[in-house]
């Protein structure tokens, strides 16, 4: 008897899952509550595999020997909850495509802020090193896709807390942890430690042969070490003291010490601001422990160019800098925005709030901003959080009215910055639509 798996959710993690569960001889149904977006529903239609949309079989979904749930599902939906009394398996896609990587190795990136940047500099360190390798997970293909596909030697993984929390054996051999600050807290019963718990998973199955990169300064980190032991070899990044085993950045030079220590001078780095400067170290360490050679570790350092959505400079105009940061969708990411702003800026906040503390950006507001625009369908929360703090607080609507108004107020050497500081799903399809729609919305100005 073939293995009845079932796919929960329809997007690039369920249809990269379907397509690898049908590779390997499983009996795969998807199902989505949703609708499907158009390529999707083509491409399961193309390898038969049965689906079904804008609703859930229960019958059928609760006769699975195990479910695959996508990372957009919460435990809390009412399906999934059906599907734990009933004891059935839940998996996640980085889970289902371990089982079938065979001989691969995998870099794992996870951390509540600065990710997409550290996995998408290893990627490029490793593909200037010669590795032939994939760029996958949270950004580009899911990592099962990629297995089905065009499996390769090595797979660089940007992962969510959400795809971590459904893992058993999933292993990376390089396990980056950047940060861990409050975000998604909505997912997590508003509780933080199971969200640090979430985390750490990433480190849970590693071996005494696997490499654990962290952030030392980072104060969550740090105090949880403890709580989640792990077995692989430590790596710790620090600003604030010598490491003389992972990266330090003493002086203005980063020291990467591992077998083929080298340093560099951070005045080099592509990536400018001090946040960045550890997700730097974080690339350079990673790509130091899989035997990249250290000038082709400067080299991509150097030339790395910044990621669209991210502190992306869209234009200046009549001598206002327009920034696209859409892809800060907590208040962390948007208080290292804050903190590389040079100029007075004019912030673009709000979306969908995620139990979101407002308070930590108060003084950077204080100090750098000279106004808010609210672009969401509710902003109370941050009129309550920022009223008496900066001079003028005003509503808009969409991108287009967000960016009039933000050019209206700004004056000459200003900078208007987008850095919402939420989700985005009360007004757009995800981040990417709504930086896209802002950048459409300065070009028509």
Request: with cysteine; charged share 25%; net charge negative.
């Amino acid at each position: 008897m073939r293995k009845k798996i079932i796919i929960l959710g329809a997007g690039e993690s369920g249809v990269g899952a379907a397509l690898l569960c049908k590779q390997q001889g499983y009996d795969v149904f998807v199902s989505d509550g949703g609708k499907l977006q158009a390529h999707y529903e083509k491409e399961l239609i193309d390898n038969q595999i049965e689906f079904e949309q804008g609703q859930h079989h229960y019958e059928r979904i609760l006769a699975a020997d195990e479910v695959m749930k996508s990372p957009g599902i919460p435990h809390q939906s009412p399906i999934v909850q059906q599907i734990i009394q009933k004891g059935i398996p839940i998996i996640s896609e980085i889970e289902l495509a371990y089982r079938y990587k065979g001989d691969s190795k995998i870099i794992g990136i996870t951390g509540s802020n600065g990710k997409t940047t550290t996995t998408s500099l290893i990627y490029q360190i490793c593909i200037k090193g010669g590795m032939d390798c994939a760029l996958v997970g949270n950004i580009g293909n899911s990592i099962a896709r990629q297995i089905a596909l065009d499996p390769k030697p090595l797979y660089v993984v940007e992962i969510s807390s959400f795809q971590l929390d459904d893992i058993n054996a999933f292993r990376p051999d390089v396990a980056v942890l950047t940060n861990i600050t409050e975000d998604h807290l909505d997912r997590y019963d508003y509780d933080f430690n199971k969200y640090i718990k979430a985390k750490f998973n990433i480190t849970k199955n590693q071996t005494a042969l696997d490499f654990f990169i962290y952030n030392a300064d980072d104060p969550v980190t740090i105090q949880n070490l403890n709580n989640y032991p792990f077995h692989s070899k430590p790596l710790p990044i620090s600003m604030q003291r010598e490491m003389p085993k992972g990266a330090h950045i003493r002086e203005g030079k980063m020291m990467v010490a591992n077998a083929d220590s080298f340093s560099m001078s951070i005045f080099d780095f592509a990536l400018k601001g001090k946040h960045n400067q550890y997700n730097t170290m974080a690339a350079a360490v990673a790509g130091s422990v899989i035997g990249i050679r250290k000038e082709k570790i400067r080299d991509a350092v150097a030339s790395f160019e910044s990621l669209e959505h991210r502190m992306e400079k869209v234009a200046t105009v009549r001598g206002i800098e327009f920034i696209n940061d859409s892809k800060a969708t907590n208040v962390n990411s948007t208080w290292f925005a804050l903190e590389s702003m040079e100029k007075p800026v004019t912030l673009i906040l709000g979306g969908v709030d995620k139990g979101n503390d407002y308070e930590m950006i108060k003084e950077m507001v204080a100090e750098k901003v000279k106004a808010i625009i609210c672009m969401g369908v509710d902003n109370s929360k941050i009129h309550t959080a920022f009223e008496g703090v900066v001079e003028k607080i005003i509503d808009t609507a969409s991108a287009d009215e967000a960016v009039q108004r933000a050019y209206e107020v700004s004056t000459k050497g200003d900078v208007v910055l987008l850095s919402p500081a939420c989700a985005s799903f009360d007004l757009f399809k995800n981040y990417e639509d709504r930086g896209q729609q802002f950048k459409n919305a300065v070009k028509e100005l």
